[in-house]
């Protein structure tokens, strides 16, 4: 364990974009878990004047047409945000992972028919697809959540069924094999291991997406009424960005900083993890 | 002297953010003119290092102090443009793994062309044609690989292409560095016999860096054996293969079985390389040497003539007790 | 002879088809790579058997197929009389027990991410060896000990790419030997290892097959170290044997044109020995449909048209040493 703390420090010190990931993401959870605190007002309350100015009796960043908050919503916003790329990540990563592996330490037809199935998903629209499910099955964030999870593995699936092609060729895996281990053994503990951190760094970044797919899906009118998200405060903003501008850009901004972090964290996680860029490590 | 090669004092150091790993101490060797010198030792040993310093290909950041005197020239020192003049024309050398080293989309010819016209870019077509056609002959290819890709040959073909590239401009000094380690038992013997063949028409000098004792054995005259970066044998290979007087050596000779001779007992080294990030004050065998003494231990043991061409780095050659076996 | 011997191999073949882009082939128009091409060896307990060969003859293939790391297209492997498919069908993990690889690359025999302590664990705990994991841990400890990696307690806590090869490859072998293996395959164990310590590996092999009565099949391309460790000798070329006898026979006493090149190519430490000059063409072609002559035709110094036209037969050289060449006079087997 304490080997794996050394490891940590040395790459955060070692790499820029990881520190910046890093760091961003803290100050992300930071604003979710006080958001409570940090609010000025409650963000679903509908205040007296609608469409203030930022500065303009006390709220710091303007109000909506409702007379919510923006600042307050934009706080808020950060747990939705937060919540979808968290979620639907992991959603992706974990189906990535297993069926990519499968397909890659299984190998032949199994093979065939898994790398198939990834192409198909890797070429059809997404974007169309969730508009699709979610107009089908109500756009509560819980569906939005899965859908975009359930949408988005294919890369992941790619990336773990190169590595485990790759893995199940090494010594070590031919030597569990040899000393009598069970293919499900094999796959669960030296395959998906060794092979997962490509798919650990590429998930970091399809959180970025995932934000960026939920804010388009609140954009297009497609969000989740009941919660506040910054998708859906654009949304909002769009008839007023000319008269009341504050209310889409500033959560625009929050949305293009959240990203930002993710993709950081997720290239600085590449940059760490991913053996061919680790020149220092073992022969 | 006339010597081709002198080393001096070579020291190389790699430096790393928090390591200084000295791969080659001290080593002092010379390489007369149409001499085979075969560096053996394993890994670790500071074998290859030697060379790329030697060639200069070493790299960024690793400090390296010592001479090495080639016709007068040191090629430590001079500037950089005059190493890349010195490089194919008169130094070449061929690594283990040619396949490597030539580009997958171009025909043979058309890369020996362009290595070719680095050093004489005023040659006309015909006169590299013929160069090249004379080259491959002399490593026993057929022509029809000018024309071929570098996929459509064999291992022991691409690592014989390299060599013939390395002969391209009459290198009087030819650096094998495990040029046929990554080959199979017959293409390797083949390649060596070759070897042995083309010397008897060209008057090149060879370094042979193996850490096979059997290719030194049957292609050179003379052996260095270096050991976690020091020289501590050389001589003429009749002489060494067959007494060893430095323990490290005659522990090699243990591990070796013999074609056809008698069956004798394997016996390993016990015991593994030194860490060459420390400074080491004794011999830096004695850790594994079985008749390491407190004295081997405390001083550095110098080089002691033995024979009438070899030197061995051990305080046994001086006790007189030679025949230590 | 056959029946009593304890390792009984039966005209193992392994081929792949060949990759040629087509997606539909006429019926016979397939072609095949025979990387093991029918080979039938017999082997007692105890008994170091030396497979040498260039790379691409199958003497790899043929190792894995014996561990079933890999199915063979045919044939089967007796182990004390019992066919390997029906232990197989029956259970796994006997077949496991019974035979083990020692593997050429140490430093990828085990996984990176965990220490010597989890990884030699892993297989104890696996068969059912050793009650809990106080006891398992003696068993490591004890058998790093008997193997010479002193101190046990600080090996075990360490990970792979802290050890030095010589010293995996110990590991792997004690690991193998956890199970208790009547047959062992060790293909190229010392090839990636520094000479110093080739001695220690090859010497704990012979101790296995010595002591623990283990058949154990070396697979080299070390001609010499192939003699000096082994009983017995088969030499392949394109998935074929061509020559087996006893080690010292077939390297002193080579019967078969391709055996004369291999030993007469080798490079030998000794800058006195004798060489027989004996040099062939080119390098082994893939074995994609070989044949109907015998395969070593096309590069043999010694072949006439007949060898082109059916394979030779086998040729007693005396004893156990046969030779697979038409062109052995037998008087040449009255040398020995």
């Known amino acids: 364990m304490k080997r794996i703390g050394t490891r940590c420090l040395g790459a955060l010190r070692q790499d820029a974009q990881l520190r910046f990931g890093v760091i961003g993401l803290a100050i992300l959870l930071l604003l979710c878990l006080l958001a409570p605190v940090l609010a000025t007002v409650d963000p679903y309350y509908y205040g007296p004047d609608s469409l203030a100015a930022p500065g303009v009796s006390g709220h710091l960043l303007g109000t909506n047409h409702l007379g919510q908050d923006v600042f307050s919503m934009l706080v808020y916003g950060v747990r939705t945000s937060l919540m979808v790329a968290i979620v639907s990540s992991m959603l992706s990563g974990i189906i990535g992972v297993v069926i990519g592996g499968i397909g890659g330490y299984f190998g032949g037809k199994v093979d065939v028919v898994i790398s198939e199935i990834i192409n198909i998903f890797l070429m059809i629209p997404v974007f169309f697809l969730i508009m699709l499910i979610v107009s089908l099955f109500g756009s509560d964030i819980k569906n939005v959540m899965i859908v975009i999870g359930i949408t988005n593995w294919s890369k992941n699936a790619k990336l773990m069924r190169a590595q485990a092609l790759s893995l199940r060729e090494r010594t070590f895996v031919k030597s569990a094999i040899a000393l009598g281990e069970t293919k499900m053994q094999v796959l669960f503990k030296y395959i998906l291991p060794n092979g997962i951190f490509p798919v650990v760094a590429n998930t970091t970044r399809g959180m970025a997406g995932a934000i960026l797919t939920e804010a388009s899906l609140s954009f297009l009118g497609l969000g989740d009424p009941n919660v506040i998200s910054w998708g859906q405060m654009i949304y909002q903003g769009k008839q007023y960005i000319t008269t009341a501008w504050w209310i889409s850009a500033f959560s625009g901004i929050a949305v293009i900083i959240t990203v930002i972090i993710f993709y950081m964290l997720g290239d600085g996680l590449n940059h760490v993890l991913n053996p061919k860029y680790n020149q220092g490590g073992n022969k | ?325 | 002879m056959a029946n009593n011997a304890y390792i009984e191999i039966k005209d193992i073949q392994k081929f792949y088809p060949h990759k040629d882009g087509k997606l539909f082939h006429k019926a016979g128009e397939r072609k095949y790579v025979k990387a093991v091409d029918g080979v039938s060896l017999s082997m007692q307990r105890g008994e170091i058997l030396g497979v040498i060969g260039e790379s691409g003859c199958g003497k790899s293939t043929l190792g894995r197929i014996l561990v079933r790391l890999e199915d063979p297209t045919s044939g089967d492997v007796f182990i004390d009389g019992v066919s390997t498919k029906e232990i197989l069908q029956k259970d796994t993990k006997t077949f496991r027990r019974q035979v083990q690889i020692i593997f050429q690359n140490p430093f990828d025999t085990f996984t990176p991410r965990d220490t010597i302590q989890k990884i030699l664990l892993r297989p104890l705990k696996h068969h059912n060896i050793g009650k809990d994991t106080v006891e398992r841990l003696k068993i490591c400890k004890e058998a790093l000990e008997a193997g010479g990696l002193r101190p046990a307690e600080d090996i075990l806590s360490r990970y792979p790419h802290e050890l030095s090869g010589g010293q995996l490859q110990r590991i792997s072998i004690i690991r193998s030997m956890f199970l208790n293996p009547g047959f062992i395959i060790a293909d190229e164990p010392v090839s990636m290892l520094d000479v110093s310590v080739r001695a220690e590996i090859i010497n704990m092999l012979i101790d296995l097959a010595r002591n623990k009565n283990a058949a154990v099949v070396f697979i080299s391309h070390d001609i010499a170290l192939t003699r000096y460790i082994s009983d017995n000798i088969a030499v392949m070329y394109l998935g074929r044997i061509v020559e087996y006898g006893s080690a010292d026979e077939v390297i002193k006493n080579p019967q078969h044109p391709y055996t004369r090149a291999l030993i007469s190519n080798c490079a030998s430490v000794d800058p006195f020995e004798e060489h027989e000059e004996i040099s062939i063409e080119g390098e082994p072609p893939t074995p994609i449909n070989p044949g109907p002559g015998c395969y070593f035709a096309p590069r043999c110094y010694m072949a006439t048209e007949e060898c082109f036209k059916c394979y030779p037969n086998r040729v007693s050289c005396g004893g156990s040493h046969y030779a697979v060449c038409d062109k052995i006079k037998v008087n040449g087997a009255e040398n020995s």
């Open chain 2, 1 to 325: 002297m006339e010597h081709l090669l002198t080393v001096k004092d070579l020291n190389v150091t790699y430096v790393n953010k928090n390591r200084r790993v000295m791969a080659v101490r001290n080593v002092n060797m010379a390489v007369d003119k149409g001499d085979s010198l075969g560096i053996v030792g394993e890994s670790g040993s500071g074998k290859s290092t030697l060379a790329m310093a030697l060639l200069r290909l070493h790299p960024k950041g690793t400090e390296i102090t010592g001479q090495a005197l080639f016709e007068g020239k040191d090629l430590l020192a001079i500037t950089k443009e005059e190493m890349n003049e010195l490089r194919w024309v008169k130094i070449a050398v061929v690594f283990q793994k040619a396949m490597n080293a030539l580009s997958p989309v171009h025909r043979i010819s058309e890369q020996i062309e362009d290595i070719y016209r680095v050093h004489c870019p005023k040659a006309s077509a015909e006169e590299i044609k013929t160069r090249t056609l004379e080259l491959l002959k002399l490593v026993n290819l057929p022509e029809r690989v000018y024309n071929l890709y570098p996929h459509e040959m064999s291992g022991g073909m691409l690592q014989r292409v390299a060599i013939a590239i390395s002969l391209l401009h009459h290198p009087q000094l030819l650096i094998f560095d495990e040029a046929t380690t990554a080959l199979d038992v017959v293409t390797q013997g083949q390649i060596l016999k070759e070897i042995l063949e083309m010397e008897k028409t060209l008057a090149t000098t060879r370094i042979m860096i193996t850490h096979d004792m059997s290719v030194v054995a049957t292609t050179c005259n003379k052996v260095a054996v270096m050991y976690a970066g020091e020289l501590m044998e050389f001589g003429m290979v009749k002489d060494v293969l067959t007494h060893p007087h430095h323990p490290y050596t005659q522990g090699l000779q243990g591990s070796f079985p013999s074609l056809k001779g008698d069956n004798k007992k394997l016996v390993s080294i016990p015991g593994f390389l030194p860490d060459l990030s420390k400074e080491c004050k004794g011999c830096v065998f004695a850790p594994r040497c079985s008749h390491a003494t407190e004295r081997c231990h405390k001083e550095k043991p110098p080089m002691v003539k033995t024979g009438e061409a070899g030197g061995a780095a051990c305080w046994l050659c001086i006790g007189g007790e030679e025949n230590g076996k």
